[in-house]
C-alpha cells in the first residue's frame, strides 16, 4: 500500500510544476491547489480502472437459488464492486466454472433454445445482476473474483472510491499519480505536455508489468508445477 498522503504527494507535484508546496489541499482556496485536487482525483478514478491491480482484487461468493436471477445487486451484495475478473466465477460445490459472462445475443439463444439442457451453468451480469442459466439447484457455494472501486483509504484505513481528506493515501503507486498529477496539469494549462505524458506511460507499465507476478512460460512443455496425476514407478496389475 502507498504510504504518501494525498498532501505529500500534491505538494511534491506542486513544486516540479514549478509553484509553492501548499500546506493543505481540502481547506486551500488557492485555485491551482483545487484544480490538482480535482486532477488527482481523475487520475486516482482512472488508474484504478485501467488495470487489474492486485491490490484491488477481490474474492466474493454467494449461494445459490433455484431461480435464474443469483444476485439481485452487485453493488449493493459487493459495495465495493467495480468490474468482475474473467475466468473466475466457479462452483465450488460442483467443482465446475460457471461460463461468462454471456453477451446479450448469447444470452438470449441459449434462452431460446429448444432443448434447455446444460451440464453447469452460464452467467450474465444485466441490470447489476447476475443471472444464471440454467436454472441452479439451490444452496451451491459460487465464489468468483472482482476488482474494488475503492482505490484509496482514509489514515484511519477506510477504504474509499476517492479523495476525502489530506491525509488520505492510496492503494496505487504514488509515483503514478504524482506524474499523472503532471501531465494532466500540463494539458489541462495548454502547455506543452509529450514528454510528461510519455514518462507516465513508460513508468506504468514497469509498475503494473510486475504487479502481483506473472506465470512462467516453458517452452519444453514439461508441467513440473501442474498438479496431474501421481503415479507410483514401476509395474501394476489393473
Known amino acids: ?90 462452483n465450488r460445490t460442483q467443482n465446475r466454472i460457471v461460463r461468462g459472462p454471456l453477451t446479450p445475443a448469447e444470452w438470449q439463444q441459449k434462452n431460446a433454445a429448444t432443448a434447455q439442457i446444460t451440464i453447469g451453468n452460464y452467467f450474465r451480469i444485466r441490470g447489476n445482476a447476475i443471472l444464471f442459466f440454467s436454472t441452479p439447484p439451490a444452496g451451491d457455494s459460487i465464489y468468483f473474483e472482482y476488482i474494488s472501486n475503492k482505490w484509496c483509504e482514509s489514515s484511519g484505513g477506510t477504504d474509499q472510491t476517492d479523495w476525502a481528506a489530506d491525509s488520505d493515501v492510496s492503494f496505487i503507486d504514488e509515483e503514478i499519480l504524482r506524474l499523472g498529477v503532471i501531465w494532466r496539469y500540463r494539458k489541462a494549462k495548454g502547455f506543452d505536455y509529450g514528454e510528461d505524458f510519455r514518462t507516465y506511460e513508460m513508468a506504468l507499465q514497469d509498475v503494473f508489468g510486475p504487479d502481483a507476478g506473472k506465470g512462467m512460460v516453458d517452452m519444453t512443455g514439461t508441467e513440473e508445477l501442474g498438479i496431474g496425476v501421481n503415479l507410483a514407478e514401476g509395474s501394476w496389475s489393473l
Open 1 to 90: 500500500m502507498a504510504a504518501v498522503s494525498l498532501l505529500t504527494l500534491l505538494a511534491d507535484a506542486a513544486v516540479e510544476l514549478g509553484f509553492a508546496a501548499p500546506s493543505s489541499v481540502f481547506t486551500s482556496t488557492d485555485p491551482t491547489v483545487k484544480l490538482l485536487r480535482v486532477i488527482a482525483s481523475k487520475e486516482g478514478k482512472e488508474l484504478a480502472r485501467r488495470f487489474d491491480w492486485q491490490i484491488l482484487q477481490k474474492e466474493g461468493t454467494f449461494t445459490t437459488v433455484a431461480a435464474e436471477t443469483q444476485v439481485a445487486s452487485m453493488t449493493t451484495t459487493f459495495a465495493d464492486f467495480g468490474h468482475i475478473i474473467n475466468g473466475t466465477m466457479w
